[in-house]
């Protein structure tokens, strides 16, 4: 008996816009699919008939029903395998996951590792992918609502502390580790970076970039980790340039730590 060795197919992600401005992730490989974060069954459903993908598995980052309202119909679709946080009160999941675990996604063959983001959520967990092959591109982070283009999600349920922790651990990723989040925010966060930080050069750089890929409806998204750490202020809340602005409207007192810089900017930015 021979054994042939078969390359396996290039893995892609497509973008699947929901509701206002959600993004919905579909992992395939031309044969099988897997869905990140589904709040909405119809267009994944629709993408997977017109792509002639058959869905594999599920995978959710956290509770929000804008990230999840679609299993039920996906599930009555296909009976797959929902991976999610072990943490955060979500009935659907089967593969509860937590940092440090790794998963194979079925019929992919995709190895992801999980890491713990609480924050936006008490449970948030996100995806890596770290051994994609050599090149760019195959670098993948999916970080549901903890990290947005410039911006990061609300704390609904963590304290700034966690947050800034959750996010530390995002920045330390590979530079062009691709940024795959779940909302089209990044317009609205960079006018609020731009008040932060007007002197950023590469903030402006990225503003004139993303305004015209907005102008022609095409999202912002994946930016990357690279991007992130040089535009966006909630990663950069050590910066002295940021730390002087919050003083400068009253937001933030002298010497104080990253923390309260980061408590301040979040503060500030929901009602900018
Ligand atoms: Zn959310």
């Known amino acids: 008996m ?3 060795h078969t390359p396996r197919a290039k ?7 929901a509701f206002k401005d959600n993004y919905l992730w579909l992992i395939h490989d031309g044969v099988h699919a897997a869905v990140v974060d589904p709040g909405d069954g119809a267009p994944i459903l629709e993408a997977l008939r017109t792509n002639g993908l058959r869905l594999t598995a599920i995978l959710l980052t956290h509770h929000h029903a804008d990230h999840t309202g679609g ?80 911006g990061c999600g609300r704390l609904f349920e963590g304290t700034p502390a966690q947050m800034v922790d959750s996010l530390a651990k995002l920045a330390a990723l590979p530079d062009d580790t691709l940024v795959y989040c779940a909302h089209e925010y990044t317009l609205s966060n960079l006018r609020f970076a731009e008040a932060v930080e007007p002197a950023n050069q590469a903030l402006q750089l990225r503003l004139r970039a993303d ?7 095409l999202p912002t998204i994946p930016s990357t980790i690279a991007i992130e750490k040089a535009t966006n ?40």
């Open 2 to 4: 021979t054994h042939s």
């Open 11 to 17: 893995l892609a992600v497509l973008t699947v816009p």
């Open 71 to 150: 299993v039920p119909d996906l599930l009555a679709h296909a009976r797959v395998p929902v991976f999610g946080p072990r943490h955060d009160g979500i009935a659907a999941v089967t593969e509860p996951l937590a940092e440090g675990d790794r998963i194979t996604v079925p019929g992919l063959g995709l190895e992801l590792s999980v890491l713990d983001v609480p924050g936006h959520t008490r449970g948030h967990i996100a995806y890596v992918r770290r051994d994609g092959e050599i090149g760019a591109g195959t670098h993948w982070l999916f970080c549901g609502d903890t990290l947005f283009g410039a």
């Open 211 to 217: 305004s015209e890929q907005r102008g022609r409806k």
């Open 233 to 272: 202020p909630f990663l950069r809340a050590g910066e002295p340039g940021i730390q002087a602005s919050l003083a400068a409207v009253g937001k933030l007192a002298p010497g104080a730590d990253r923390v309260a810089a980061f408590a301040a900017l979040r503060e500030w930015k929901n009602v900018f």
